[in-house]
């Protein structure tokens, strides 16, 4: 299987941040990677797929980019809202395994 | 608007078994595959199964290969989860999921979840 791994795993920023998270693949994937945001209690909210398009609806402050095995998730100016945690997956192939997850915390 | 509605979670002891549905609602259903993807208390997500469009390609992590079978009526627009064999390590909240294509992709809708604790 292929293994996703993000760091770091806890960030903490302010409000009006610039924020970078990071995805590792263990081997290529191309440009199969989604991005997802999770607030307690709720279900996963797709942020963006094939590492750089924009779900719709999503604040353009929200941005992907990378391919191969190295991804990058880039929140522009930190609104209150992001405080969450932020997780990727890869759809490469079967299992489509996600990364650890990243908390954005109110510093 | 995509709905999906996750049902059937409980309590259920070692060794025993327990089926989730997922009502859908909102989008072709036979146009895509459905997944379920599991939270356990406090930790990461894990995707646990796929099961294409027209129900013919199931896919399964290796660690409920074997113990759980996913289905789906396209008549009904249901997904189903039978999980048998069950152990405390599956103990998780299991969402159900559409994927953005036929045969498998990225999830762009989800359901709230269903909470499954196993238990003696």
């Known amino acids: 299987d292929i293994q996703m791994t993000q760091s770091p795993s806890t960030l903490s920023a302010s409000v009006g941040d610039r924020v970078t998270i990071t995805c590792r693949a263990s081997?290529?994937?191309?440009?199969?990677l989604a991005w997802y945001q999770q607030k307690p209690g709720k279900a996963p909210k797709l942020l963006i797929y094939?590492?750089?398009s924009l779900e719709g609806g999503v604040p353009s402050r929200f941005s992907g980019s990378g391919s191969g095995t190295e991804f990058t998730l880039t929140i522009s100016s930190l609104q209150p809202d992001d405080f969450a945690t932020y997780y990727c997956?890869?759809?490469?192939?079967?299992?489509?395994?996600f990364g650890q997850g990243t908390k954005l915390e109110i510093k | 608007e995509v709905q999906l509605a996750e049902s059937g979670g409980g309590l259920v002891q070692p060794r025993g078994s327990l089926s989730l549905s997922c009502a859908a609602s909102?989008?072709?259903?036979?146009?895509?595959?459905m997944a379920w993807v599991r939270q356990t208390p406090g930790k990461g997500l894990e995707w646990v199964s796929t099961?294409?469009?027209?129900?013919?390609?199931?896919y399964y992590a290796d660690s409920v290969k074997g113990r759980f079978t996913v289905s789906r009526d396209n008549s009904r627009n249901m997904l189903h989860l039978q999980m048998n064999d069950l152990r405390a390590e599956d103990t998780a909240v299991y969402f159900c999921?559409?994927?953005?294509?036929?045969?498998?992709?990225?999830?762009?809708?989800w359901g709230q979840g269903a909470l499954v604790t196993v238990s003696s």
């Open positions: 094939e590492a750089s």
């Open positions: 099961i294409s469009g027209g129900g013919v390609s199931t």
């Open positions: 999921a559409k994927e953005n294509h036929l045969s498998g992709s990225y999830s762009d809708s």
């Open positions: 997956q890869q759809y490469h192939s079967y299992s489509y395994t």
């Open positions: 909102g989008f072709t259903f036979d146009s895509f595959a």
């Open positions: 081997q290529s994937i191309s440009s199969w």
